[in-house]
């Protein structure tokens, strides 16, 4: 069995050899094919585990109050879309005091810049430093955690004291070879003393939580003075079971400190970490079904190309199979040749289209600082497919082939 699987491969190799054009066309089909379906199969699981990551960090039992709601922000181009007033710092600040709910804590926070420059000693960033100006609740309800230091405290907001939290980025980057705790940094003047550094949390669309400064957030206030600043609410439910009556009561809250009648929509957003998970997750899998479909197509279009190879392929050696025939080649040695030779072809369009759809999967989630994961599922679904093609394209030629009349074939011409 194993000499005549030899036999077959030789003979295989020798007739795409001698048929290079129709085989190179045919395997090209395939790797776009395969390409497509596994370099999007690739992006998605990196989108799915980076952003999966983030959201889940906060915590199912988290939510928050901002300007609009996912769904709206996701389609903010959208002509027909309701603008909502900002959450101005009276507003956030009214939230906080009247959002009594227990086992909950609240956070106020808000972007102070984006494009902030640092100084330490005599070294300073890129103008790429993102300051926030927050309370002492913002690093717990937002997922971080931290490497070194402490967080700050309410005598540290409260008294408006210079402390900030930096990113994990200023370790290797500002502080390389310095333990950054309790060194002082310089951001438009004013010295802020480091009292904590945040664990790496990566980048999300070219948004990099590492390079962030966190200072309290009425200093953050008096030297980032600017108009129309939107602020951030979050908030945490320690006791999960209580979170959608928490939603609820934030709702009413909210829609009293806007000053709302019974019969006005809300004119904010709430986001809760699970209902962006699910989101998210919804999104994914149709991207996933519609790079599987337009794959399933290209594919059934190289199939059936393979197939008409083959079936040329048995035309033009008809003469080749009466006289193997002849010489006491059975049936099943003859469809097993051709079967042997579609075999070979889908295998190598399918692991070329495996290896650049991985590279094409990998460069464009490095170009989107998402983390790459070898989509293990997505390489099973491509030999998968490639196996179901050289079934589908191979089997009718090869039983063609091995039911050719050995009498009629060598009188073919």
Same mark, same amino acid.
């Given at each position: 069995m194993v000499g005549l699987f030899k036999e077959n491969t030789r003979i295989a190799i020798d007739s795409i050899r001698s048929q290079a054009l129709r085989t190179f066309l045919t395997v090209f089909i395939i790797v776009i094919g395969i390409t497509f379906l596994v370099g999007i199969l690739t992006l998605t699981k990196a989108l799915e585990n980076n952003l999966f990551g983030n959201f889940a960090s906060m915590g199912a039992n988290t939510?928050?109050?901002?300007?609009?709601?996912?769904?709206?922000?996701?389609?903010?181009?959208?002509?027909?879309?309701?603008?909502?007033?900002f959450i101005s710092y009276p507003q956030a600040k009214s939230f906080k005091e009247k959002f009594q709910f227990p086992f909950s804590a609240t956070s106020l926070s808000f972007t102070a810049s984006a494009t902030a420059e640092v100084k330490f000693d005599n070294k300073k960033t890129d103008p790429e430093i993102t300051i926030l100006g927050s309370d002492e609740n913002f690093i717990p309800n937002n997922g971080f955690e931290l490497s070194a230091g402490r967080n700050f405290n309410s005598f540290d907001v409260d008294n408006n004291n210079y402390v900030c939290v930096v990113g994990a980025n200023f370790k290797d980057g500002l502080f390389e070879g310095v333990n950054p705790i309790d060194k002082t940094i310089s951001v438009r003047g004013a010295k802020f003393k480091v009292?904590?550094?945040?664990?790496?949390?990566?980048?999300?669309?070219?948004?990099?939580?590492?390079?962030?400064?966190?200072?309290?957030?009425?200093?953050?206030?008096?030297?980032?003075?600017?108009?129309?600043?939107?602020?951030?609410?979050?908030?945490?439910?320690?006791?999960?079971?209580?979170?959608?009556?928490?939603?609820?009561?934030?709702?009413?809250?909210?829609?009293?400190?806007?000053?709302l009648n019974p019969v006005e929509k809300d004119n904010f957003g709430i986001k809760r970490s699970d209902d962006l998970i699910q989101k998210l997750g919804e999104n994914i899998a149709v991207i996933n079904i519609a790079a599987i479909? &337009?794959?399933?197509? %290209?594919? +059934?279009?190289? !199939? #059936?190309a393979l197939m008409n190879i083959m079936l040329v392929?048995? /035309?033009?050696?008809?003469?080749?199979?009466?006289?193997?025939?002849?010489?006491g080649a059975k049936r099943i040695t003859i469809a097993w040749q051709f079967f042997t030779e579609t075999f070979i072809i889908s295998q190598i369009g399918g692991i070329i289209g495996i290896i650049l759809g991985l590279l094409l999967g990998s460069l464009i989630a490095s170009l989107a600082g998402f983390e790459f994961v070898t989509p293990w599922v997505a390489i099973l &679904?491509?030999?998968? %497919?490639? +196996?179901?093609? !050289? #079934?589908?394209?191979?089997?009718?030629?090869?039983?063609?082939? /091995?039911?050719?009349?050995?009498?009629?074939?060598l009188r073919y011409e």
């Open positions: 939510f928050s109050i901002s300007q609009y709601d996912f769904s709206e922000q996701i389609n903010q181009n959208d002509g027909e879309q309701k603008i909502n007033p009292i904590g550094l945040l664990k790496e949390k990566g980048a999300t669309f070219g948004n990099n939580q590492d390079l962030r400064v966190i200072i309290p957030i009425q200093i953050a206030r008096s030297i980032f003075s600017q108009a129309n600043i939107n602020y951030d609410i979050d908030v945490k439910i320690s006791n999960k079971q209580l979170l959608d009556e928490g939603v609820d009561n934030a709702i009413l809250t909210m829609r009293r400190v806007r000053k479909a &337009i794959g399933a197509i %290209t594919i +059934f279009g190289s !199939t #059936i392929s048995v /035309s033009e050696r008809t003469r080749e199979i009466g006289i193997r025939k002849a010489l &679904i491509a030999f998968m %497919t490639t +196996f179901i093609v !050289t #079934i589908i394209s191979g089997l009718y030629p090869a039983v063609k082939a /091995s039911k050719l009349d050995p009498v009629e074939a």
